[in-house]
């Protein structure tokens, strides 16, 4: 019901109908609004009333009287009345602490997962009988003494048979975590023996000076923490190579691997199976590379490409000179090979090749730049078909023309686990038709990294 206001005289409406009687302009109403207006009663100091009732009148907020101009409708609750402090008790509505204007903001919505690293890869038979290639792809499979996650890609090419690369795609980056943990846990007692060392007693001079010198050992500081980083790093990596190798050696065709050798019929040529290793290990803003055998890592930059590995193929000058120090020679049969056998100078097994084939990896710690696209890891059945300059450009070319993979909710991707990204799988399956159509006869593996966080 809308109330008149209490300055309102007119009888009726505009339209000749009766009007509400102003709540002030009756009687009834006036004689309770001046009960309501009066003061208490204060009883006389001393009294018993005065005693008993003066706590209970201090327990209690009173009310502000409303403005004589102002009415509410008795089913309606009065704005004061309706307005209740956190206490539960009556707030003026003038020290209450209104919602600001305007609309609510927006409900905030959860960012999308974002995987650490995108990557695609592809390994065939091609035109080879039988498949000796497997490739592994563990993002996040270690993390470093600062906390950051350590990513591990690698390709092995198998030759003899498939069960030694099968055995670096299982082992291998188990035995490097556990030796990046041991090489962890570690360096922070390095690193503070480090500091000691280097700490010198201040010395006397201008504050410019020491300064300059606190920045300049700062830097220093700096620079021999990532030094003891990278050796490290190449420790833990020689390490898991040398351990996958002790198994190579004692692995067998039936998947055994026994000490002493395995027996059974399938064992009598594993003294000349062995696999090529190239391993990719990502952290932070280096690329740490480990390769052993003519397996290959190319860094594309927008200018040119990089390698990250150098090939060990028996001509080469260096290792030639290797083995024959070793006792032994290089023999050219449908290629360079050693004792007229493997087309390689390093390997993981073949133990019946040594000491001329080792098992010793070459390692590159390389630092990332703002130009870096991707990363490339694949056999030499690729290689041997398409170039560095070829494969980056295309490589290159279906990333920055690809289509990005259907965008899936947190919840599906996080039970799924990480997916290949869309555009550098195909990459990896384009470079790979790309080797095949060149006429390459060799198994063809390709695993394509993407290091720019495309949207």
């Given at each position: 019901m809308v109330m008149a206001s209490a300055g309102t005289n007119m009888p009726g409406g505009g339209d000749g109908s009766p009007a509400s009687a102003p709540f002030s302009s009756a009687p009834g109403c006036r004689m309770r609004k001046r009960r309501r207006l009066a003061p208490p009663a204060v009883p006389a100091a001393g009294s018993s009333e005065g005693a008993a009732a003066g706590p209970s009148r201090d327990k209690h907020k009173r009310v502000r009287p409303a403005s004589p101009s102002t009415s509410s409708s008795s089913s309606q609750p009065s704005d004061v009345d309706s307005e209740q402090g956190e206490e539960g008790g009556v707030v003026d509505a003038a020290e209450e602490e209104l919602?600001?204007?305007?609309?609510?903001?927006?409900?905030?919505?959860?960012?999308?997962?974002e995987w650490p690293v995108?990557?695609?890869?592809?390994?065939?038979?091609?035109?080879?009988?039988?498949?000796?290639?497997?490739?592994?792809l563990r993002p996040g499979f270690c993390t470093w003494a600062d906390g950051s996650p350590m990513h591990f890609f690698a390709v092995f090419d198998g030759h003899g048979g498939s069960h030694v690369a099968e055995l670096c795609r299982d082992r291998?980056?188990?035995?490097?975590?556990?030796?990046?943990?041991?090489?962890?846990?570690?360096?922070p007692q390095r690193r503070q023996q480090q500091q000691q060392a280097a700490a010198v007693a201040p010395g006397e001079g201008t504050s410019s000076a020491a300064g300059a010198g606190a920045a300049s050992s700062s830097a220093q500081q700096a620079e021999k923490e990532e030094e003891e980083e990278e050796r490290a790093w190449r420790a833990a990596l020689q390490r898991a190579f040398r351990r996958v190798d002790a198994l190579a050696s004692r692995a067998c065709a039936c998947g055994r691997v026994a000490s002493p050798p395995c027996r059974c019929p399938l064992s009598g040529s594993s003294g000349i199976v062995g696999s090529t290793a190239v391993v990719a290990v990502l952290v932070r803003g280096r690329v740490v590379v480990a390769n052993c055998?003519?397996?290959?890592?190319?860094?594309?930059?927008r200018r040119a490409p990089v390698p990250l590995s150098d090939d060990h193929k028996p001509n080469r000058p260096d290792e030639l000179a290797r083995i024959q120090a070793a006792g032994g020679r290089v023999v050219f049969n449908n290629g360079h090979r050693v004792r007229g056998i493997l087309a390689m100078s390093r390997a993981l097994g073949d133990r019946m090749l040594r000491p001329e084939v080792?098992?010793?990896?070459?390692?590159?710690?390389?630092?990332?730049?703002?130009?870096?696209e991707c990363l490339i890891l694949a056999s030499d059945g690729m290689w041997d078909a398409v170039p560095n300059e070829i494969a980056c450009s295309v490589a290159r070319q279906c990333l920055q023309d690809g289509n990005t993979a259907a965008p899936v909710d947190d919840a599906a991707a996080a039970a799924a686990g990480p997916e290949p990204a869309a555009r550098c799988s195909n990459a990896a399956s384009l470079l790979v038709r790309l080797a095949f159509g060149r006429d390459s006869w060799d198994n063809i593996s390709v695993v394509v990294i993407d290091l720019q966080r495309r949207e």
């Open positions: 919602p600001p204007a305007g609309p609510p903001p927006p409900p905030q919505v959860p960012a999308a997962r995108a990557f695609g890869s592809l390994s065939v038979a091609g035109r080879s009988r039988d498949m000796e290639d497997t490739v592994s291998m980056h188990e035995f490097l975590a556990e030796e990046l943990a041991a090489e962890a846990a570690a360096f055998g003519d397996s290959r890592a190319v860094l594309c930059r080792i098992a010793e990896p070459e390692i590159t710690v390389t630092d990332r730049t703002p130009e870096d």
